[in-house]
């Protein structure tokens, strides 16, 4: 609209008056007489009227502004009945009614003119309704499905089944199955399709209605309308799940207009005659010359008009178009918007041409377009991101053929590994590179780098757009527009994040991907171009988010959890802590109010509530009805409540305040804060509020990049690890193909000559081989160039090194960590494993930089050291590190090794198994766990002491096999990678933790050693949980095998359940790896167990040996249950087998009977034979012999049929068979001595609880007996009595002819 009153303003020195001819023709000024004339023939009134000379008032460019305002002036009558003819009734500005004219769940457009159904059949009408005369409107199909398009009054209710023209008094056209509606349905008219525009006709003067179809009629649809006192019709329409239109109520000229019907919205009157009045003056300038030399006005034809530059005539079309654009501003902006939309559709459908030129093309007309300063704010505010999946610019498919995109003659020559480089992976042989082989593979890099050329221009182009929104500097006339694409592009990550939005709306994984990266270079290029005019600022390469971001409530998190848990119940229990380190006091009466039930609440002003459901809420931006400033962003509205005015002071902390000097602090939605509520007046300020002293005083960098920075982490942890994970699926097809190719080759040289059939069948199949690996090598060329290049791997690791800074900061702030966000952790664990395991063998995560490696910022930026936290530092420095790689792997294991069993992570039980997978991880690899032990000694310790804690209430599994971990390497038998009788198998990923050579931690081991010997409870706590978890397991591992046993032996056809075979083989892995941390823990520290002046090693070893000879038994039998089951190798149960568990079990007792100390072994022996299940044979099985040998006769070779430890020399060594040998021999003499000295004891005098012992302790105050060893078990879980359950205060020996006993320990 025009603006009145508003001109242009020229100072009278630029443009003076002249007389003088000479200078005229210089210049091109003319006199005042003939600009006086010429501007009076340009903007003469609307009557042309031409009154006398002498009464016109002299114009010149100075009076020339309030003349215009004159002659543009609209009769206020004009104005005032514009919206009030007879015939309708409602608003002259004609809208869909989402305050109640609806039905189900409807997404409506912000402009209150599109819709899209987001439920089974919802309906919607419009404001406005007529009931006389003759109206029209129109409809653009967006989408072909079951939609029913027509006319209803304000009485017809519809409902999830019932629609449009299902009623009474409505009246629709269903384009989809060709059908009229009215209650009944008949065939009319013709199929609509995406794109088509329906025109909706009423004529109630004769009562009919009718439809058009792209301005052809369909005809006459229906008669006789009700027509009368109380009957007016609205525009209304009924739409199923994902069907989408948008209506034209004449708020634009309609598509295909109808003689004698009228738009429901009347076109702007005002402003159509004063664009007719400005383009009438545009044409006289046209038609209309200047002869400054001659003094006078020369007409002349429009087409023979030329623009030679003359002042004069600029200045006056400066003026008309001064007054004329404003009023172009919606047809521009339709146009801005249908021009972008298509844009957007040909580059995403484009073919992929060998050049990309395509590409390249549409993305440079968009670079063209976003300069514009004006288009670009209009473009991020209303399109980029409301109407289109703007992420699409910064996508670049992949070509569906290889042909399509010319790959074949940019990559002519194929090659692929012959095997994989990556860590963990083993080669039954490695063989030299051929000479051909060589020429291959630099022939294919040469063609894989002349893509990545290719790709490299497009990513540029993309990384401009990016730079574009980015821009901060336009701040003139409005808001810059990086602080448009912030508001926008938090609403992009609530829509991913919480999946409350619009389905379709979601950013697909693949486009999230290449998103992210051109978001990084831009954000990178930003952050080091304010460090170079800022020189206090930080470098990207030491970005980090402050924590004070998580908790003063100025960033929305969509109500992801927070590593302390909900963020209503931190702010609670830590009000204390936030306002002595940070500052920040909340209101006890706030908190008060923001209960559970608070925060499920979607809180509105009475009125408004009452009058618009929720269901038809605007997709984005403002609605003309007032609202809360949290109903645009839910989340924000209702958790961060607590910071609202009433709510937060923030005392500032360079220097003490008093209480008067308290600041009030607003907490604003994402659509409401400006530039200052983000950057703030001053640096601490904005989203910097609540500083911690253990932050540093100077900026980082701008917020708004912090705010960025943020939501790049979160689209990382939302989708980009899934799709860098999917896409090595690729690499893996290529390793199997060529894996296949090589197979055939083999059998094609073995194949003999005669055998012609086989030899063409070889043939036919190493083509097919062949030719996929050719094209699959070519598309994983395209895969790499794309997503894995070099650049994408530093990226990666920059986000990495951002986490690691953050946690660093966050974790200095006590109690306050507990505030940030759980992705932060989860981001720093999967970009590490996407560094490991994604990006090779192409790249090493060894190549990558690091500040001692004198690592250049992006945009050749040179950054200068300090990037690492004071404690980072401190550890890098103290271990000399000097390369990236290993410097991030120290600071990710130190984080770890701190958080895994941190206090202060309480939030979702998947965090802490995450923390502690990948710990478990970490220690597999030899680089990841030489750097675990390179952390400072203080939080190694400190890191085994939580590792060594009781397992009750902790992931007990994950931490065993972490200590398993430990030792793998060490043990008896214990030197394998996968197990002897899978070897043969399919092999499984070598990639995989569990399948890692042995890499044993001595130095982590010492400090097990040390930490068990200390104390009087480490130890006996440890082992407890360690033989309560060993019997656990093993008894469910025994209880699931008979389940499954008597499965396979009925008759009828059963199936086992997949998932109770796989909870099976969990249970015998886990009891092997139990048995493993024991056998360690023997081997390490044997007095816990064999010096019995400790007051709980007799109890403890008793128990070793009851487990150990119960899973001796169970295995060992003849034909037992345990044999049968292995010997059905059902699949789940691939691990189940002899070898690990006997190996453990053989391991534990080489360490208790052969390498102990004398008196050790002595005890071991006696505890281990007065056991009752104790059995010989069981030992003997260990060498394949069902009895134990004559003294002195050699042992017989073992029998192939049975088990035997002999069978495996290729994992068990001689000297540990030798070592077996002496344990077998030690155990026969001692079992024959026993048995000769053994005396029978009275059934009275055996322990009630497990007639093994005899009973040596009485319980006071009960009197009841038992044997200590039962006792003492019983005690370390339990106080109260076996058989009376009275609380046991002490426990006194007990002797059966002593008449008296003493006091030996306290309950």
Same mark, same amino acid.
């Given at each position: ?1009 040390? =930490? #068990?010997?200390? !104390? *009087? ?7 407890? +949980? $360690? @033989? ?123 360490? =208790? #009977?052969?390498? !102990? *100390? ?7 022996? +006696? $505890? @281990? ?139």
């Amino acid at each position: 609209m025009a603006s009145k009153g508003t001109g242009m303003s020229f100072s009278h020195k630029s443009y003076r008056l002249t007389s003088d001819p000479e200078k005229a023709k210089v210049t091109g000024i003319v006199e005042e007489k003939l600009l006086n004339d010429y501007l009076h023939r340009i903007f003469s009134s609307p009557d042309h009227a031409s009154p006398a000379a002498t009464s016109r008032k002299l114009l010149n460019f100075q009076n020339l502004p309030e003349h215009l305002d004159q002659l543009l002036q609209v009769d206020s009558e004009d104005e005032e009945s514009q919206g009030q003819d007879e015939g309708r009734l409602g608003p002259s500005i004609v809208v869909l009614d989402h305050t109640g004219g609806f039905e189900g769940l409807l997404l409506v457009d912000d402009d209150l003119l599109g819709v899209i159904g987001h439920s089974n059949f919802g309906t919607i009408r419009s404001t406005t309704c007529v009931y006389k005369g003759k109206w029209v409107y129109e409809v653009l199909i967006s989408s072909q499905g079951l939609m029913q398009i027509g006319w209803c009054t304000i009485n017809c209710r519809f409902n999830q089944e019932e629609g449009v023209g299902d009623t009474h008094n409505s009246y629709a056209y269903d384009g989809n199955r060709v059908r009229k509606w009215n209650v009944t349905t008949t065939n009319y008219g013709k199929a609509w399709a995406a794109g088509d525009i329906v025109s909706c006709l009423i004529d109630l003067d004769d009562g009919t209605l009718s439809f058009c179809l792209n301005g052809v009629s369909l005809g006459t649809a229906f008669e006789n309308l009700s027509r009368g006192l109380g009957m007016a019709y609205f525009p209304a329409i009924s739409l199923s799940f994902k069907e989408s239109v948008a209506f034209n109520f004449g708020s634009r000229p309609l598509r295909y207009p109808v003689a004698g019907y009228r738009p429901l919205q009347d076109p702007p009157r005002a402003d159509l005659v004063r664009a007719q009045r400005l383009l009438g003056c545009f044409r006289a300038v046209l038609s209309m010359e200047l002869d400054p030399v001659e003094g006078r006005l020369v007409e002349k034809e429009n087409s023979e008009w030329q623009l030679q530059g003359q002042p004069t005539i600029l200045l006056t079309l400066a003026h008309i178009f001064h007054h004329f654009a404003p009023l172009l501003d919606y047809e521009v902006q339709d146009c801005l918007k249908q021009l972008m939309m298509s844009l957007l559709r040909l580059y995403r459908f484009s073919p992929i041409v060998p050049d990309l030129g395509l590409q390249i093309h549409y993305l440079r007309l968009t670079i063209a377009i976003l300069r514009h300063q004006k288009s670009r704010k209009f473009l991020l505010s209303n399109v980029l991101f409301d109407v289109l999946r703007s992420v699409v610019f910064f996508y670049i498919k992949s070509p569906l053929r290889v042909e399509e995109a010319g790959l074949q003659e940019l990559i002519p020559t194929t090659w692929w590994p012959h095997r994989s480089s990556r860590e963990g992976k083993e080669s039954k042989e490695v063989r030299e590179e051929t000479a051909e082989e060589r020429l291959r593979r630099r022939a294919y890099e040469r063609g894989c780098q002349r893509l990545k050329k290719r790709i490299e221009v497009v990513e540029e182009l993309q990384v401009q757009i990016l730079k574009l929104l980015l821009n901060n500097k336009d701040d003139n006339g409005g808001e810059a527009s990086r602080y448009i694409f912030l508001t926008k592009f938090r609403k992009f990550l609530q829509e991913n994040a919480s999946g409350r939005g619009n389905v379709p709306m979601l950013c697909p994984p693949e486009y999230m991907v290449c998103f992210l990266h051109r978001l990084i270079s831009a954000l990178r290029y930003y952050w080091d171009e304010y460090k170079a005019s800022n020189p206090r600022a930080s470098f990207s390469e030491e970005a980090y988010i402050p924590p004070q971001v998580f908790y003063n409530g100025k960033v929305d998190y969509f109500d992801l959890q927070r590593l302390g848990g909900l963020l209503s119940h931190l702010r609670k229990t830590l009000k204390d802590d936030l306002a002595s380190k940070a500052n920040i006091l909340i209101d006890p009466l706030e908190l008060q109010a923001a209960t559970m039930d608070d925060l499920d609440e979607d809180e509105e002003p009475a009125p408004a509530a009452a009058q618009r459901p929720m269901q038809a809420l605007p997709m984005g931006g403002a609605l003309p009805l007032p609202r809360p400033g949290w109903l645009s962003s839910p989340t924000l509205g209702r958790a961060n409540r607590f910071l609202s005015t009433a709510a937060v002071s923030l005392m500032t902390p360079r220097r003490p305040l008093s209480a008067m000097e308290k600041v009030k602090v607003r907490t604003l939605s994402v659509e409401q804060r400006t530039r200052e509520d983000i950057e703030g007046s001053h640096w601490n300020e904005g989203l910097l509020l609540g500083r911690p002293p253990e932050e540093p005083e100077q900026p980082l960098t701008e917020n708004s990049l912090l705010e960025i920075l943020d939501g790049a982490i979160m689209m990382y942890n939302l989708s980009v690890h899934q799709q860098l994970g999917k896409m090595v699926g690729v690499s893996d097809d290529v390793n199997e193909y060529a894996m296949a190719l090589r197979d055939t080759e083999d059998k094609l040289r073995r194949c003999p000559k005669g055998r012609k059939d086989i030899l063409a069948e070889l043939s036919k199949s190493q083509k097919v081989f062949s030719e996929k690996l050719d094209h699959l090598s070519r598309r994983l060329a395209w895969v790499h160039a794309t997503l894995y290049s070099q650049e994408k791997m530093l990226d990666i690791y920059w986000l990495l090194r951002v986490c690691l800074r953050t946690i660093e900061h966050g974790d200095r702030t006590g109690p306050l960590f507990a505030f940030m966000p759980e992705f932060y952790l989860n981001v720093a664990i999967n970009s590490y494993s996407a560094l490991k395991n994604y990006f090779g063998p192409v790249h090493s995560m060894e190549e990558l930089p690091g500040p001692g490696a004198g690592f250049v910022p992006k945009d050749g930026a040179v950054g200068d050291q300090g990037a690492l936290t004071a404690g980072s530092s401190s550890v890098c420095a103290e271990m000399g590190l000097h390369s990236g790689y290993e410097e991030t792997l120290t600071r990710l294991a130190a984080i770890l090794a701190k958080h895994f069993a941190d206090t202060r992570i309480v939030g979702t039980a998947d965090i802490r198994d995450s923390l502690m997978q990948a710990l478990a991880s970490y220690v597999c690899y030899p680089h990841s766990l030489r750097a675990v032990e390179r952390i400072p000694e203080e939080q190694r310790i400190a890191m085994v002491r939580n590792l060594l804690a009781p397992y009750e209430q902790r992931p007990w599994a994950q931490t065993n096999w972490i200590l398993v971990r430990l030792w793998r390497g060490c043990g008896f038998g214990y030197r394998y990678t996968r197990l002897p009788h899978l070897l043969k198998t399919k092999p499984e990923d070598a990639n995989l933790p569990s399948l890692q050579k042995p890499c044993p931690s001595t130095l982590l081991q010492q400090h097990m050693a040390d =930490l #068990l010997r200390q !104390g *009087p409870d480490v130890a006996p706590s440890f082992l407890n +949980s $360690v @033989l309560n978890q060993l019997n656990w397991a093993f008894s469910e591992f025994i209880g699931m095998i008979q389940e499954i046993q008597q499965a396979a032996e009925r008759l009828e056809r059963n199936f086992v359940d997949s998932r109770q075979l796989k909870v099976c083989a969990t249970c015998f892995d886990l009891s092997v790896s139990l048995l493993r941390v024991l056998e360690m823990t023997i081997t390490l520290v044997p007095e816990i167990f064999l010096d019995w002046t400790r007051p709980t090693s007799e109890m403890l070893l008793r128990r070793l040996a009851q487990l150990l000879n119960q899973v001796l038994n169970r295995v060992t039998a003849e034909r037992n249950l345990f044999d049968r089951v292995v010997t059905l190798r059902l699949p789940g149960l691939e691990s189940v087998d002899h070898y690990p568990i006997l190996v453990a079990v053989t391991g534990i007792l080489v360490q =208790l #009977l052969v390498h !102990g *100390p004398a008196s050790g072994k002595e005890k071991a022996t +006696s $505890v @281990l034979l007065a056991d009752p299940c104790f059995q010989l044979r069981s030992i003997c099985y260990l060498l394949g012999q069902s009895e134990p040998p004559a003294p002195g006769t050699a042992l017989p070779a073992p029998d192939r049929k049975h088990f035997s430890l002999q069978s495996y020399t290729d994992y068990v060594s001689a000297e540990e068979l030798t070592q077996v040998e002496q344990m077998l021999a030690h155990l026969t003499s001692a079992s024959a001595q026993a048995a000769a000295a053994s005396l029978p004891t009275s059934e009275e005098d055996l322990c009630p609880i497990c007639y093994a012992h005899p009973i040596s302790a009485v319980f006071q105050p009960c009197g009841h007996k038992s044997c200590k060893a039962c006792i003492d078990q019983h005690l370390m879980n339990n106080k109260d009595c076996f058989f009376c359950k009275a609380t046991i205060v002490s426990v006194e020996d007990w002797e059966k002819s002593a008449n008296s006993s003493t006091t030996s320990s306290a309950a």
